[in-house]
C-alpha cells in the first residue's frame, strides 16, 4: 500500500466527519474568492489611474460644482499639457432602477486625455466632435443593453431637468468605446457638455471637475499647488490631487473595502483553522495505538510525519479547489448583475493562485503540531493505551 493510499483511507475513515470539514473549508473558499474578487473590482480605478493625471474637484466636496472659467485659467498654468473637465449627470435608462453612468463632457479634450484608456475608431472620434447630440458609448454597457451606432437612447438624469421641465436628454449612439487595456471600465456614456449646458434649467456654466495631465508626474506637487493657490480665497476654493488619489477617496465613499474584505475572509480562516486544527488532533490521538504498530513494523518518524501532514494538505486542497472553482462560478454570474455598479470583476489568475497557497498554509498549519506528535510517539506508551 502507497502513502497516498494510506493517506486517502486515514482522511476518509470517518466519511461524515471528513465530508463536514471539506464541505466548511470550501465555504471559506468561496467566501474568499467571491470577496477578494469583488475587492479587485471595486479598486481597479485606483491602481490603473494615471501618473501624470491630476484631478481637480471643489475643496468642500467633490460634489459641489466649480465656474466653467476655471477651465480656461487652468490650461495656461506651467506644467500642465493638457485639460478637461466632466459634470456628473446622474443618468438612468428608462426607469431610476436602471442606474448608468453618464458625463458630460468636452469631446475632444476628454478623449486626447483619455486617449491611453479609450479605443475610438476614427469614423466613431469625428461624428463625436461633429453630431451635438451624439453620445459615445462603453462597450460592456453597450454590450448588456444591446445598443448600436445609430439608435436613438432617452437617457434621464435624476439630478438635472430641462428647461421645458423634462428630465430625458435624447441622444444618437454615434460610437462604441473600447477598453484599450484589460480590466479599463467601459461601462459609460459620455456625450457634450454643450448640449448639456444649453438645455438643463439650473446649474448653467457649471462644471464638477476638471482633468489634466501634466508634462511629468515630477511637477504634479507644483502643478496642484499653484491651480489651488489661484483659487485661494475664492467662492470655490479648489482641491488638486492625483487621479489615484481622486479615485481612492471617491471609493471611500463606501468604506474600507479592504477592511471588511480582511475581516470576513479573516474571520472565516481562523474559524476554519480552529475546527480542522482541533479535528485532525483529535483524528491523531484517535490512531495513536495504531501509528505506534506503525513504527513498530518499521515506518520511520519522517514517514509518519508525512502521513499526517499529507493528509491534513489533501483535505485542505479537497476542499480549497471546489470552493475556489465555486467562486469563479458566483464570480461569473454577480459580473453580469453588478456591471452597473462594480464593473470588471473577474476571478483573475493571481487570486487562484493565492487561493492554492492558502490552501497549502492551512494544511501545513493545521498539520503539523499533529504531526510532530505522531512523529514523536513512545511505542511503549502509546500500545500501553486503552
Do not use: C
Not at 467566501?31 to 479598486?43: T, Y
Not at 461601462?187 to 471637475?209: A, L
Request: hydrophobic share 50%; glycine share 8%; aromatic share 10%.
Amino acid at each position: 500500500m502507497t502513502d497516498v493510499s494510506l493517506i486517502a483511507r486515514n482522511l476518509f475513515r470517518k466519511k461524515l466527519r471528513a465530508a463536514l470539514m471539506i464541505v466548511s473549508i470550501m465555504t471559506a473558499f468561496l467566501i474568499f474568492g467571491v470577496l477578494v474578487a469583488f475587492e479587485h473590482a471595486f479598486n481597479a480605478g485606483e491602481d490603473l489611474a494615471a501618473a501624470d493625471r491630476l484631478m481637480v474637484v471643489n475643496k468642500i466636496n467633490f460634489t459641489q460644482p466649480l465656474p466653467y472659467a476655471y477651465y480656461e485659467r487652468v490650461k495656461a498654468v506651467e506644467g500642465v499639457r493638457q485639460v478637461s473637465h466632466a459634470n456628473w449627470f446622474g443618468g438612468y435608462y428608462q426607469e431610476p432602477k436602471n442606474f448608468l453612468i453618464v458625463l458630460a463632457v468636452e469631446p475632444e479634450s476628454y478623449l486626447k486625455i483619455y486617449d491611453r484608456e479609450l479605443d475610438v475608431p476614427d469614423d466613431a472620434r469625428r461624428a463625436f466632435l461633429s453630431e451635438r447630440t451624439g453620445a459615445l458609448v462603453g462597450e460592456a454597457l453597450a454590450q448588456d443593453k444591446g445598443w448600436k451606432v445609430g439608435d436613438r437612447l432617452p437617457v434621464s438624469s435624476t439630478i438635472y431637468s430641462q428647461k421645458n421641465g423634462g428630465h430625458v436628454w435624447e441622444m444618437t449612439v454615434v460610437g462604441i468605446a473600447k477598453p484599450a487595456k484589460p480590466h479599463i471600465d467601459s461601462n459609460f456614456i459620455v456625450f457634450h457638455y454643450d448640449y448639456f449646458n444649453e438645455t438643463r434649467s439650473f446649474g448653467k456654466d457649471m462644471i464638477g471637475w476638471l482633468v489634466l495631465t501634466t508634462t511629468s508626474p515630477a511637477v504634479n506637487d507644483k502643478v496642484a499647488k499653484t491651480v489651488d493657490a489661484m483659487f485661494a480665497n475664492s467662492t470655490a476654493e479648489t482641491a488638486t490631487d492625483t487621479e489615484k488619489a481622486f479615485n481612492k477617496a471617491f471609493a471611500a465613499q463606501f468604506g474600507n473595502i479592504a477592511l471588511i474584505v480582511k475581516l470576513v475572509v479573516g474571520a472565516a480562516f481562523v474559524t476554519i483553522l480552529m475546527i480542522v486544527g482541533n479535528t485532525m488532533a483529535m483524528a491523531v490521538r484517535e490512531r495513536v495505538r495504531e501509528i505506534a504498530v506503525l513504527k513498530t513494523l518499521g515506518f520511520p518518524p519522517a514517514r509518519i510525519l508525512r502521513l499526517i501532514l499529507g493528509e491534513s494538505l489533501l483535505l485542505a486542497l479537497l476542499g480549497g479547489l471546489p470552493g475556489i472553482g465555486l467562486a469563479a462560478l458566483a464570480v461569473a454570474a454577480l459580473r453580469e448583475k453588478l456591471l452597473n455598479f462594480i464593473p470588471g470583476m473577474v476571478m483573475t489568475p493571481d487570486i487562484a493562485v493565492l487561493a492554492v497557497v492558502l490552501m497549502l498554509g492551512l494544511g501545513l498549519v493545521t498539520g503539523i503540531i499533529p504531526a510532530f506528535s505522531a512523529m514523536r510517539l513512545n511505542i511503549a506508551s502509546a500500545l500501553g493505551r486503552s
